[in-house]
């Protein structure tokens, strides 16, 4: 037989089962209902289930099908109009016959509503510690340690372990107590923590600011739970959590069964599942709710529960497991992810079991379209399917009440990030101040330079200014020398064109200042022809020369060259010497250098 694709919703007074039936032998149908019972059978395909609530058949009972889509639409009256079933879109559950919704041992049946009713009325303390794997641990080492799913599972890894290697962390875990695995995870994840990574994403944010904005499926669902909060919160959740035809077929597919937890067991399985659900959290909000070839290793390496078998004792605990985790593995590590993660999981547990039941649906598809991590789906999230069908909204409830209450700071976590941050922000304030001081003292460069510049310029100014009274003294004391020698002018006007023929231009200030002190000394030497004289002539006129001692460079050059060459000449050629010596008047100074110019001159002159 064929279990048909099926739904349950409800109104008031109707219960509606509705049936997809494709190629149905409608002629052999066969429909059964009484109280908590429900039967359905059209070759090749059959449906029993039990009702969370009574029906009643009293005439107003309705059957229709739709031919074309081949779909049975049943409505069954409720035995007490106005009554609440809960749990119709769990379907696993629904599936399961009257007599094995217990499911328990013979020998445990006699104790079986008791416990039940203790169960219901006793107030659960989630922050309980637990010693039980503490006292395991002071005793022998058990041949076989047990993990999965309420601890029901061991041996699964020891024919396995190559294979599953890459799935989970504990190395041989099927020989490794509880206390051992957190030791080690703790181990490993402080070797993992890179504080460079941590810093980057925590001054660098601007992709983790955009993903702490997305908001996936539950957020919405849970602003409308809360917008009802006059109506029935269980009616709201069922509501607003709508499976998708995928999910439902999973479902069905589930083979349902019971699970026999003590009170520790139970513990663990709850707190599990807050470990799980803050991973699947995580993976849903980085990647905007799509999936991808790292969402499988992002869900079971941010849960400890599913990569190291972690075996929790407390709400706290689960929380620095996973803020540790997150601060060391995945690609975005910012504890605004974990906090972002640890609401999102609030609000997951608030909508009820249907929210969780989806997620926890979701997690079991990422898994099995991914190898080999589907051994996570036989371990754990296919009984967390099942189990979760069948526990009470008030322990969710609960769950979620202890959970919020619960606080997780940064210096939990025990990696000193408050320290990191602060020290990092002290650097970044130093190299700020250190470039400020590098921008004023660049902007100050250019009104320097501009400084200096006018500085050159007034020293220019100063330096024409002076040159320019240095003429003065030397124009000054050559009108004083043209009144001793009243030869000046008339040397003056055969010096002057010598210079314009020999350069076609005339010389400046220098040159001509030059021109007078060689006239003066012109007129003296054919004053005084005899050299005893010259001599005579040239004391008496010391203080004039001195005077003259500041000319230009290349002037004092020819003078020295036109005094040498008046020496070589003066014993055979003394008229031609008195008037090539004519041509220097300070002779006092000897430089190195000539005057191409003047000694052209003195040449022409002598070819005169």
Sequence with gaps: MITPDFELSQDPDFLT????????????????????DFKFYAKPYFLRLTLPGRVVEDGREKASYDTDKGVFTIQLPKESPGQYFEGLDMLTSLLAPKKSRTAKPLVEEIGVPAEEEEEEEEEFDWEIEQTLYKEAAEGPVPLQCYYGFGNLRSGVFQRLQDELSDVIDVKDPDQTPTDERKMKRLEAEAAKFDPDHYL?????????????????????????????QGESQNHGSHTLVIFSDEEREQLRKFTNKSYLLDKTSRHLVYLGLIDILLAYCYEIR????????????????????LCWLECFTSIHDVLVSFGRRVVCYPLYRHFGLVTRAFNDTVMILQLGRAAVLKCLLDIHRIFRESDPAYILNDLFIT????????????????????LQKTTLAKSHLGFELEELEAAAVLVLEEESKLTAAGMVSRQQLPSSESETSDSEESSSTSSSETEGSDSNERESSTAEDGKINPLQGMLQEERTAPLIDCNGLRQGTNALTFEA??????????STSVPGKLIEELEKQMHTAMRLSEQPEGLASAS????REQEENHVSEPVRFSKVTTGKGDFLEVPSKTNPLLFLCSTNEDED
């Design 517 to 526: 002190s060689d006239e003066k000394s012109k007129a003296s030497l054919q």
């Design 560 to 563: 020295g060259f036109a005094l």
């Design 383 to 402: 009984d967390y399917c099942i189990w979760i069908q069948k526990i009470k909204s008030k322990k969710l409830a609960a769950l979620s009440e202890s």
């Design 286 to 305: 980085v990647n905007e709710g799509d999936k991808n070839v790292e969402s499988s290793w992002n869900v079971r390496k941010l849960s400890a529960t």
């Design 200 to 228: 980057a994403d925590f001054f660098e944010d601007e992709a983790i600011q955009h993903i702490l904005k997305y908001k996936p499926w539950w957020v919405d669902a849970h602003k409308k739970m809360m917008a009802l």
């Design 17 to 36: 089962v509705i049936i997809r039936v494709p190629y149905a032998r409608v002629s052999e149908l066969d429909l059964f209902f009484e109280g908590e």
